[in-house]
């Protein structure tokens, strides 16, 4: 059974940093592409972050970019988004999702499976 436990969200202020963590289990995950996803409230889920199976490659929202990190540990099947300098506008629910075919990417018809979603509020 594939389960992918998003963790770490929170309630931060503006400015402030949280760090999420995704456990997968069931695949095979240092072959797998993972990518993050937020979804606000009445918006559709938008893609965040991604990164290849090797974690050579990684991919980020023109939001996000030079705020947000996203890494890996295999031999953790694990994968990361550290987020810094948060802004009121990164509130959402936060989701992983695997790619089993290792393709890093924004498109989120492309995952294979999803997370369950952790909440991430940011205050002014």
């Known amino acids: 059974q594939v389960q992918l436990v998003e963790s770490g969200g929170g309630l931060v202020q503006a400015g402030g940093s949280l760090r999420l963590s995704c456990a997968a289990s069931?695949?095979?995950?240092?072959?797998?592409?993972m990518g993050w996803f937020r979804q606000a409230r009445g918006k559709e889920r938008e893609f965040v972050a991604a990164?290849?199976?090797?974690?050579?490659?990684?991919y980020f929202a023109d939001s996000v970019k030079g705020r947000f990190t996203i890494s890996r540990d295999n031999a953790k099947s694990t994968v990361y988004l550290q987020m810094n300098s948060l802004k009121p506008e990164d509130t959402a629910v936060y989701y992983c999702?695997?790619?089993?075919?290792?393709?890093?990417?924004?498109?989120?018809?492309?995952?294979?499976?999803w997370g369950q979603g952790t909440q991430v509020t940011v205050s002014s």
């Open positions: 069931g695949i095979t995950f240092s072959r797998s592409a």
């Open positions: 990164i290849s199976w090797g974690g050579g490659t990684t």
């Open positions: 999702a695997a790619d089993l075919w290792g393709r890093p990417n924004t498109n989120r018809d492309s995952y294979d499976y």
